[in-house]
């Protein structure tokens, strides 16, 4: 059988992609991605089965998950042979599991140790690697392999919601932050999919994966600001220099500073683009000299951003889109991404303060002509949590004397499709006196708009990246404290969430956590979501669809 994916909202006529991925994946990648989360999988349920022997996930397990389940993510890693070799480590991992759960090799082995225990490690990688072989041609590890279509929608929910905790993780880790709970979970999320679990039971689970993501966007903010300090309000240059550049996107903030670590003085210029934005944000990557401003627009512009950048892009993570123009010989990938063609940077090496080595960027960058300038000016971001709380007794004042009638909370993802002109609709119908709250990509869609601002205070408090939602919700629950209220949905803050791919899931499935209600979610409701599925989202926690720009401002204007 053929491919069958819908994990993102641009799926192809809302119900699945079947022939070719509109992500531009081919039928082999997302075969091959099916392929690695089934094992992935396995890998779980050799770790959950070794908890009776009292065994606990180690980090080395965890970080491997983590990664490869970021690589299925939508957009990150189109390449076949980085997803093969994914496959064959996750197949050794599996079976070294296997080996510790059974506590010793003898059942299900059938290499030539002859059970020995002595053995053990060759006999787990002869097994894996027949393994691999065997299972890369084997059907049946998709999807649609689950034939009740609401038990395949919760699972696929909560497989979604493990892939953002996924992502998320794998970047605290990188900065040296790890908690074992976070694995744990994910072994447990996982493996509750391989199981005949009712379907309350895996709402339950559902629930249970939306708080391990607050603990793990918790974790990453903890990571970040430990790291590079805490974001601070910061004016963004969209121009260029005359130097040579190098383009940075996707969200890797370990990366970009590896990268400007190394073109410290070379005369390279680096840029940020779509969700690196937020970087200018942080003291410790503002202080570059040669972090110079933010190049073009979101994720899905850059094919034309890229061109006309002139000079290498590095893309640290997704989202990577099909390549069309002449940028593929200075296009580069690292960490979870890949692309077919495309040189992909090696991991740093092990040891204290060990950086990537990107030389081979800054010496094609320092033959390349200067980024053409597409755009002047500036924006304002850097509105994360501490910076809001620290303006907690301006907004409060504001709102008590009707200066600010409401917050809208417009975070999550940009997108190809037309019907995303909603969310500009939105920002420029709602009325002078709310204020959006925002992070991740979605803000492209009205971050430049003449929006002006409340007492000082601009009418677009942009937190960040998408994991940076976290920021929006430590801010709800501690204006709730400072209002005295005793729910969250009591405070004049409306939901209107953009989605595109699995992090923003995992963002929603936060939110409902934290017993967020009402929540309008667009511009599509995900087709992994059966019919019946949704109607107990709208039923317990108020969900919605978007409607238009005028219906929906009207409501959230009204208290809905």
Not at 147 to 175: C, P, T
Not at 354 to 376: G, L
Not at 496 to 516: H, R, S, T
């Amino acid at each position: 059988m053929g491919m069958f994916c819908f994990q993102c909202q641009e799926t192809a006529g809302g119900t699945g992609c079947k022939v070719k991925g509109v992500c531009g994946k081919t039928d082999t990648t997302a075969q091959l991605q099916d392929l690695l989360i089934f094992v992935v999988k396995g890998v779980a349920f050799w770790v959950a089965e070794a908890r009776d022997l009292g065994m606990t996930v180690d980090n080395r397990t965890g970080k491997f998950m983590t990664t490869a389940l970021f690589t299925t993510i939508t957009n990150a890693n189109f390449d076949d042979k980085a997803l093969t070799a994914y496959i064959r480590e996750a197949l050794k991992l599996r079976d070294e599991w296997r080996v510790r759960a059974l506590g010793g090799c003898g059942s299900g082995c059938h290499c030539s140790c002859g059970g020995e225990s002595d053995a053990l490690p060759e006999c787990a990688i002869w097994e894996a690697e027949n393994d691999a072989q065997i299972r890369l041609k084997a059907p049946g590890v998709g999807v649609l392999e689950t034939s009740n279509e609401d038990l395949r929608s919760l699972r696929e929910l909560i497989i979604y919601g493990v892939k953002g905790i996924a992502a998320y993780a794998h970047h605290a880790a990188e900065l040296g932050y790890e908690e074992p709970g976070i694995y744990e979970h994910i072994v447990t999320a996982l493996t509750a999919t391989t199981k005949d679990l009712s379907a309350d039971e895996l709402v339950a689970m559902t629930l249970a994966t939306g708080g391990c993501v607050v603990q793990t966007l918790a974790l990453l903010d903890k990571a970040n600001s430990t790291t590079y300090g805490t974001p601070q309000i910061t004016t963004v240059n969209l121009g260029v220099r005359k130097n040579p550049g190098i383009l940075v996107s996707g969200h890797d903030l370990r990366d970009l500073e590896d990268l400007l670590e190394e073109t410290r003085g070379t005369g390279v210029d680096v840029y940020t683009h779509s969700e690196m934005l937020p970087a200018h944000y942080y003291p410790r990557l503002k202080a570059y000299e040669n972090l110079v401003g933010n190049y073009g627009s979101s994720w899905w512009h850059q094919n034309e951003d890229f061109e006309s950048f002139n000079g290498p892009v590095l893309m640290t993570t997704n989202c990577v889109i099909p390549v069309k123009g002449s940028y593929l010989n200075r296009l580069y990938t690292t960490g979870a991404a890949g692309y077919p063609g495309a040189v992909h940077i090696p991991d740093r090496p092990a040891g204290q303060g060990a950086r990537k080595d990107f030389s081979v960027i800054i010496e094609q960058a320092k033959a390349c002509p200067p980024p053409k300038e597409i755009e002047t000016g500036e924006i304002v971001g850097g509105f994360a949590h501490a910076q809001v709380l620290a303006l907690a007794d301006k907004l409060v004042a504001a709102v008590k004397s009707g200066a600010i009638k409401r917050f809208v909370v417009m975070a999550g993802c940009d997108g190809r499709m037309k019907d995303r002109q909603y969310f500009t609709d939105v920002a420029g119908k709602l009325p002078a006196d709310t204020v959006i709250l925002t992070a991740g990509c979605a803000k492209y869609r009205y971050n430049k708009l003449p929006l002006g601002s409340i007492g000082g205070i601009p009418r677009v408090l942009d937190a960040g990246q998408c994991n940076d939602s976290y920021s929006l919700a430590v801010v709800a629950i501690k204006l709730k404290e400072v209002f005295g209220l005793d729910d969250i949905n009591k405070l004049p803050i409306s939901y209107d969430i953009a989605w595109y791919e699995q992090k923003a899931v995992a963002v929603l499935l936060a939110l409902l956590y934290l017993g967020v209600r009402n929540i309008r979610l667009g511009p599509t409701i995900p087709a992994f979501l059966s019919p019946n599925v949704v109607h107990v989202l709208a039923e317990k926690f108020g969900i919605k669809k978007t409607t238009t720009a005028d219906v929906d401002v009207k409501a959230m204007m009204a208290g809905g």
